[in-house]
Structure formats: C-alpha cells, structure tokens
C-alpha cells in the first residue's frame, strides 16, 4: 500500500526479552517519527529523523530504546530488555515536510501493539 | 512547559447534529501549531485540522472547523453533521519546536443513529 506500513502488528514477548519494531515511511517522506501509545494516554514523542540521522531522541526514556535508519527510509525501533511498563502501541509516523510549521500532516501508522509478560 | 488538556473523556452525540470537542493548552511561545487528530479503532492516527498561532481566521476542513481563541489559550473541535463514521477517539495536538508534537489524553465521540 502507500501508506506507513508497521510490523509486527501485534508482539507478546517476556519480560527481559530484545525486541524489534519495523515501519516502513511513504516513499519519498524524509522524515520519520516515532511515537508511544499508553493505554489511555495520547501518544508521546519518543524520536524523529532527518534521512538517516537521530535529529531529536529527547523522548527515548532510556538507554534500553534505540532507533535506527540506515538508509534514510525503513526504521527499527529497538528494545532491550524488555519490562511491563514498556506495554504499549508504537507508532511510527512519515512526513514529506523538513518541518511543521505549516499543515505540513504526519501520516501514521497503524501501530505496533506490543504486550511484555 | 507545553501541555494539552482535553476535560472530556467521552461525548455523545446524534446522527446529523453538531458536536464540540474541548481542547486547552499551555504554551510560553509566540509561534506554534495546533493539530487535531481522529483515532479509529485500527489504531491510526489520521490528520484532520491545523491551525498556526499566526492565522488570523479560524481553519475549516469540510465538516471539521476549528474554534481558535488564542486568549483562552483554547483550539476546539466542531464537527458539523455528524455521521456514524465519526465516532472514534479525537486526540488535540501541539507542535513543540518544529517537528515534535505534544498531545492530549484525547475524547472518545460516540455517534448514535
């Protein structure tokens, strides 16, 4: 499709476990953001790329969570470790504009669901 | 520091009827944007309204207006003619800076026919 597209859609894993999340941007879109969705909670900014480079991982509570994108389109967020309170949906966004400033939209995903036991 | 407040967990309203959605935020900055998004239940955030600090007229999107009262610090939703495809979680948002946004707890819409 031609939208951001997430794998797994759906991951049970154990606590202390390694974990990785995919999404694959709108073709073209250089920047890429990924978000955190607690139950009840609107989703958090966790880090944003500018093609293959971190510009902004102030949201990444801590260093077990690291991103990557080598190649300035898919990114793999990674978890390491993995506890209870890191049970959530992630959401990866693209957009086609440097910056917000204007109606410049994110496109989002559908998320991955990610459940630690 | 930036924050969104959304008070209404939850609205309802009637097919064909209008509804508003509250959303307050804090901000000590001059420049900044506001956002609206719909949450179905697959889980996507989907873009429907912005409006700039700077705009002088509130944003419209079809049936989707933005009530901007910058004294009040408040940017709230209306949805015109509402259908039973509206009825999902409406998240208010706040671009921080030039790429991050913050968002709010957001407001579950029931439509009911």
């Known amino acids: 499709g031609a939208g951001v597209s997430q794998t797994p859609s759906n991951k049970v894993t154990e606590k202390g476990k390694y974990v990785e999340l995919r999404c694959d941007p709108i073709s073209g879109h250089t920047a890429l953001y990924w978000y955190r969705q607690s139950l009840g909670q609107g989703p958090e900014f966790l880090i944003y790329?500018?093609?293959?480079?971190?510009?902004?991982d102030s949201g990444l509570p801590n260093d077990r969570f690291f991103a990557v994108r080598p190649e300035g389109s898919v990114s793999t967020l990674k978890i390491q470790r993995t506890e209870r309170g890191d049970s959530a949906v992630y959401l990866c966004a693209s957009s086609l504009t440097t910056s917000l400033t204007s109606s410049g939209e994110l496109f989002f995903g559908e998320g991955s669901r990610l459940t630690v036991l | 520091a930036q924050k969104i407040t959304q008070t209404q967990p939850g609205m309802f309203v009637q097919e064909k009827e209008a509804v508003t959605l509250d959303c307050t935020y804090d901000t000590s900055d001059q420049s900044y944007g506001l956002f609206w998004y719909k949450q179905p239940s697959s889980g996507e955030m989907i873009f429907l309204i912005y409006q700039g600090s700077y705009d002088e007229q509130n944003a419209t999107e079809g049936r989707y207006s933005l009530n901007f009262q910058k004294a009040r610090k408040s940017a709230n939703l209306v949805i015109s003619a509402s259908q039973l495809g509206d009825s999902a979680m409406y998240f208010c948002?706040?671009?921080?800076?030039?790429?991050?946004?913050?968002f709010g707890t957001g407001t579950r819409l029931l439509v009911s026919p």
């Open positions: 790329f500018q093609g293959t480079g971190a510009a902004d």
């Open positions: 948002a706040m671009r921080v800076g030039f790429q991050k946004l913050v």
